[in-house]
């Protein structure tokens, strides 16, 4: 139904003989590792996934569907066997949720990795991974989106998340009420859980941009690592006060909110869009344990 939608990308990318593998290595213990080696979209489809072959995303679509495999460069950590994986939202992307209201406000398609009782579920743990616009499937910065989270266990809240777009005033601060809407749109945004900004950041290329977060269960804070292209990551903040309490899942995809909305979930304008129209890639997704104070730079 969508294969004519994916040759756009393939045109525009180089050949994959141009392409090096990264040679960044991984140096603490390994936890969850959603770099899957030489995949296949139907891979997706099922539990030899790393991810979550049912959950979040439209309720007529597979994960065969939603996914791309664009061939380009890997990132940090990762390498061809272990290449970037787009995902994509579109008019389809609704999610049922509770098996019985759809989500009329969201377009929405995320990985997850965890199941919310394993080893990512305690002590200090660091949420690794890489992003990367797509020119021929770009976001609409007038919407908010989140990119990249981590819901509780108890599926309350989000102890921090990756923003872009305009601010929701829905999505203000609890603490201040300060509306963050006047909050450059372009601007990469770390929302704490909250919903504090700590950290922004707008990129000068439109390479890969790497991430890493430092969760610390026990003494319930955060703190936010950094880099562009194949730069060593620094961290950008100290370790932040933050509630962590009862860990949860890694969510990793694209969730577009509305615009002109009220409950945010369920009513708002989204407008129209292309099979696969927006998308972002990603690469280099994995948990690591930062027990001893061991992140991967
Ligand atoms: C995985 O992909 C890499 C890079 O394309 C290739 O060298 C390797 O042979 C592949 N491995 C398997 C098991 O297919
Ligand atoms: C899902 O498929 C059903 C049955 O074809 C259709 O009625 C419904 O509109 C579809 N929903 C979405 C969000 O695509
Ligand atoms: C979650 O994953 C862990 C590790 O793979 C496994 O031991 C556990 O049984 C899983 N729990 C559930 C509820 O699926
Ligand atoms: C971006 O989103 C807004 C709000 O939904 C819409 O009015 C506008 O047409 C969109 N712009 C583009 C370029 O798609
Ligand atoms: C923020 O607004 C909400 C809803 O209006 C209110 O319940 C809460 O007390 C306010 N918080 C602060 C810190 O003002
Ligand atoms: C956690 O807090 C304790 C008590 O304040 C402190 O001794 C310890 O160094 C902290 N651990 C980390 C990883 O910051
Ligand atoms: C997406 O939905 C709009 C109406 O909401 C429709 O006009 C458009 O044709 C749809 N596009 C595709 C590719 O299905």
Redesign the pocket.
């Known amino acids: 139904m969508q294969l004519s939608s994916l040759l756009p990308l393939f045109l525009l990318t180089p050949s994959i003989s141009a392409i090096r593998p990264s040679p960044n290595p991984i140096n603490c213990p390994l936890v969850l590792d959603g770099r899957i080696r030489n995949a296949s979209l139907s891979t997706f489809d099922t539990p030899s996934s790393p991810f979550d072959s049912k959950y979040v995303k439209g309720l007529n679509l597979t994960w065969s569907q939603i996914l791309l495999l664009p061939p380009i460069k890997p990132s940090r950590f990762s390498s061809l066997s272990h290449g970037p994986i787009e995902v994509t939202i579109d008019?389809h992307s609704l999610f049922l949720s509770g098996g019985k209201n759809l989500q009329h406000g969201f377009r929405r398609a995320e990985l997850i990795l965890g199941n919310g009782s394993d080893a990512s579920n305690s002590g200090i743990k660091t949420f690794h991974w890489s992003v990367k616009l797509d020119a021929q499937r770009a976001l609409n910065l007038s919407h908010e989106y989140m990119l990249v989270w981590h819901e509780s266990g108890d599926y309350s809240h989000n102890q921090w998340s990756l923003n872009l777009g305009v601010m929701l005033s829905q999505d203000r601060p609890l603490d201040t009420n300060i509306s963050t809407v006047d909050l450059d749109k372009k601007l990469w945004k770390v929302l704490d859980g909250r919903n504090n900004v700590i950290w922004t950041h707008e990129p000068s290329s439109r390479g890969w941009m790497n991430f890493a977060v430092v969760m610390d269960g026990v003494n319930n804070t955060l703190q936010i690592f950094y880099s562009s292209g194949d730069d060593e990551l620094v961290a950008v903040t100290e370790p932040m006060k933050n509630d962590n309490s009862g860990m949860g899942q890694f969510h990793i995809g694209v969730l577009k909110k509305p615009t002109e909305t009220e409950s945010v979930v369920w009513d708002g304008y989204q407008e129209?869009?292309?099979?696969r129209g927006e998308g972002l890639v990603y690469s280099g997704v994995f948990v690591e344990d930062s027990e001893d104070g061991c992140v991967s730079r």
């Open positions: 008019n129209p869009l292309e099979d």
